[in-house]
């Protein structure tokens, strides 16, 4: 009776192991699967807004950030391009804004790419599938990009509007 309970306990300690290492395997194959072929595509800055951008430096750097995330090629090139991507959006959120940019309407939306980029970290560190998450950042980046545009193309005059 004791051998039998003995090797019962062995068995099902066996079992509920190998149960857990397959479920490690398949959130394992999740976090691999992340492309950039159906992704949102780059909003262009034109006239004005792209000569701004130009000499704004922590811009410069964050859109470098982009382009080494959209070479990444598996789990462990994504975290670090994240990781970079996150800090080059905190310098963005501490430094100067160009004097066009300096509103409201622009730090939302960085705000809310500040989101999806930690979205984006937490599923990694989860090893959950980054590929809504990744859609996401993108479509707050380029509204951030429309909105540069839309400022620099804007010509109405505010103290016209504020007088009445």
Request: charged share 30%.
């Amino acid at each position: 009776m004791r051998n039998f309970i003995i090797a019962l306990v062995v068995f099902t300690t066996l079992a509920s192991c190998k149960t857990q290492g397959d479920q490690e395997v398949a959130s394992d194959q999740n976090a691999q699967e992340f492309s950039f072929r159906n992704m949102p595509k780059d909003v262009e800055l034109v006239g004005k807004a792209q000569l701004i951008l130009e000499d704004w430096e922590e811009y410069r750097n964050l859109e470098d950030s982009f382009s080494v995330l959209k070479r990444a090629a598996n789990t462990e090139d994504l975290k670090l391009a994240i990781d970079d991507l996150l800090e080059k959006e905190v310098a963005l959120a501490k430094g100067e804004y160009p004097a066009p940019f300096n509103q409201l309407q622009i730090k939302s939306r960085q705000q809310v790419l500040r989101t999806f980029i930690l979205k984006i970290k937490g599923n990694l560190e989860d090893r959950q599938n980054v590929q809504e998450a990744l859609a996401q950042m993108l479509e707050a980046y380029n509204a951030m990009k429309m909105q540069f545009n839309i400022l620099t193309s804007n010509t109405l005059d505010k103290e016209l509007i504020d007088e009445e």
